[in-house]
């Protein structure tokens, strides 16, 4: 049997080891530390001037301190993109809120500023706004932002940037995670850079950055005893993470490369497919770090579907995946409420995730690419 390739694995660059190193040798192996605080310096000086960035145990957690900093609450809806991960969503009913689930569009497969709008239209005539709208670059493509902050900024509704696939990716040449009231990235196992398991809240607001770090660390009122006028959480970022992540941020650029020269691989080998169309920026003004590279297949020009693809790939031990399924599917949701024209649903049923690493190695590629000239192109 072949290796397996895979869909997208951790990619260390080398100085990892070398902060893990000095956070052992100074003793500190804890949710602070100077790890974590050069770990934040390094993400804000990536990110731009004025942002504020903390530190957190995952992105799931980012997102939950942000709707608490919103202040939404048991009985109130939140707007989010449908097609996404389960973790975009989840916390809103950490708040005991309610997820309202909005439609992509198909140019960047993230939520459609038109269905959007008439949701809030909808919500303003019955008097009740959501208190935030949750957007999501899906693999990394970067949402319609303008249209997307123009809606929100009209109905005076917060947005919630979940940044989570998008680090290293621009909007206009500015970076994915600074347009949001609030944003959150991710440094999962299989992001574009990794922390093992980590998360960060960013804001161009340092009240935001204060506050995550209180709540993040059990909400410790100042007092040489502990003294609580907050319910806390444990979300910090450990010192060993923060390690990890700091090398990663050394390699972070390199990583962006490498995806988009996938990406790039992928569009000139499915050139002469019919039928199948590689997910790809609608103009110059989206740059995708590419996390993931995925494709769309139309059965009826192509002659076989997503579903063909996926068990011919697995057939040589080569990972590929579907879509996210989009969470007004998801039976946990069935309740939701949804605006949309279906787009999410096609994409889920046509769409499919392949290897995407920037540690994918040539020969790896090679095979790849003789599958698919194998079963779709000489065949
Ligand atoms: C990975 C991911 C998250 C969650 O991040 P974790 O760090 O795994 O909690 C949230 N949203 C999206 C879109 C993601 O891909």
Same mark, same amino acid.
């Given at each position: 049997?072949?290796?397996?390739?895979?869909?997208?694995?951790?990619?260390?660059?080398?100085?990892?080891?070398?902060?893990?190193?000095?956070?052992? !040798? #100074?003793?500190?192996?804890?949710?602070?530390?100077?790890? $974590?605080?050069?770990? &934040? *310096?390094?993400? %804000?000086?990536?990110?731009?001037?004025?942002?504020?960035?903390?530190?957190?145990?995952?992105?799931?957690?980012?997102?939950?301190?942000?709707?608490?900093?919103?202040?939404?609450?048991?009985?109130?809806?939140?707007?989010?993109?449908?097609?996404?991960?389960?973790?975009?969503?989840?916390?809103?009913?950490?708040?005991?809120?309610?997820?309202?689930?909005?439609?992509?569009?198909?140019?960047?497969?993230?939520?459609?500023?038109?269905?959007?709008?008439?949701?809030?239209?909808?919500?303003?005539?019955?008097?009740?706004?959501?208190?935030?709208?949750?957007?999501?670059?899906?693999?990394?493509?970067?949402?319609?932002? !303008? #249209?997307?902050?123009?809606?929100?900024?009209?109905?005076? $509704?917060?947005?919630? &940037? *979940?940044?989570? %696939?998008?680090?290293?990716?621009?909007?206009?040449?500015?970076?994915?995670?600074?347009?949001?009231?609030?944003?959150?990235?991710?440094?999962?196992?299989?992001?574009?850079?990794?922390?093992?398991?980590?998360?960060?809240?960013?804001?161009?607001?340092?009240?935001?950055?204060?506050?995550?770090?209180?709540?993040?660390?059990?909400?410790?009122?100042?007092?040489?005893?502990?003294?609580?006028?907050?319910?806390?959480?444990?979300?910090?970022?450990?010192?060993?993470?923060?390690?990890?992540?700091?090398?990663?941020?050394?390699?972070?650029?390199?990583?962006?490369?490498?995806?988009?020269?996938?990406?790039?691989?992928?569009?000139?080998?499915?050139?002469?497919?019919?039928?199948?169309? $590689?997910?790809?920026?609608? *103009?110059?003004?989206?740059?995708?770090?590419?996390?993931?590279?995925?494709?769309?297949?139309?059965?009826?020009?192509?002659?076989?579907?997503?579903?063909?693809?996926?068990?011919?790939?697995?057939?040589?031990?080569?990972?590929?995946?579907?879509?996210?399924?989009?969470?007004?599917?998801?039976?946990?949701?069935?309740?939701?409420?949804?605006?949309?024209?279906?787009?999410?649903?096609?994409?889920?049923?046509?769409?499919?995730?392949?290897?995407?690493?920037?540690?994918?190695?040539?020969?790896?590629?090679?095979?790849?690419?003789?599958?698919?000239?194998?079963?779709?192109?000489?065949?």
């Amino acid at each position: 049997m072949n290796s397996k390739i895979w869909l997208s694995s951790p990619h260390m660059g080398g100085n990892e080891l070398k902060y893990i190193h000095e956070a052992f !040798d #100074e003793n500190w192996v804890a949710p602070l530390g100077p790890n $974590v605080n050069g770990f &934040e *310096d390094d993400l %804000e000086q990536f990110l731009g001037q004025n942002i504020y960035v903390a530190a957190l145990s995952s992105g799931t957690a980012a997102l939950h301190l942000a709707l608490m900093m919103l202040n939404v609450k048991r009985g109130d809806e939140v707007f989010c993109q449908t097609m996404t991960f389960a973790a975009s969503a989840n916390p809103i009913a950490y708040v005991g809120a309610r997820p309202v689930f909005i439609d992509s569009e198909p140019e960047t497969w993230n939520m459609c500023p038109l269905a959007l709008r008439e949701a809030l239209v909808k919500n303003a005539a019955l008097g009740k706004l959501p208190k935030a709208v949750i957007v999501v670059h899906l693999y990394g493509m970067p949402a319609k932002m !303008d #249209e997307i902050l123009a809606v929100c900024a009209e109905f005076e $509704v917060p947005l919630l &940037e *979940d940044a989570a %696939e998008a680090l290293g990716s621009t909007y206009r040449g500015v970076p994915c995670g600074t347009f949001g009231e609030m944003s959150v990235l991710s440094f999962n196992g299989n992001k574009i850079i990794t922390t093992s398991g980590g998360g960060a809240l960013v804001s161009s607001q340092k009240k935001y950055k204060k506050k995550a770090i209180f709540l993040s660390t059990q909400a410790r009122d100042a007092a040489p005893h502990y003294e609580h006028s907050h319910i806390g959480y444990n979300y910090r970022l450990s010192n060993i993470s923060a390690g990890i992540g700091r090398g990663q941020m050394e390699v972070l650029a390199e990583r962006v490369n490498a995806r988009r020269k996938n990406h790039d691989f992928y569009v000139k080998l499915f050139e002469k497919v019919d039928g199948v169309t $590689v997910f790809t920026e609608p *103009d110059e003004n989206f740059f995708s770090n590419h996390w993931l590279s995925a494709i769309t297949v139309d059965p009826d020009k192509a002659g076989f579907t997503r579903e063909d693809l996926r068990a011919k790939f697995l057939e040589q031990n080569i990972e590929s995946r579907p879509l996210w399924k989009p969470m007004h599917m998801q039976p946990v949701f069935k309740n939701a409420g949804y605006y949309g024209n279906q787009v999410a649903e096609h994409l889920f049923r046509d769409g499919l995730c392949l290897p995407s690493g920037s540690n994918l190695q040539p020969a790896e590629l090679d095979r790849i690419a003789e599958l698919v000239t194998r079963e779709l192109i000489a065949g």
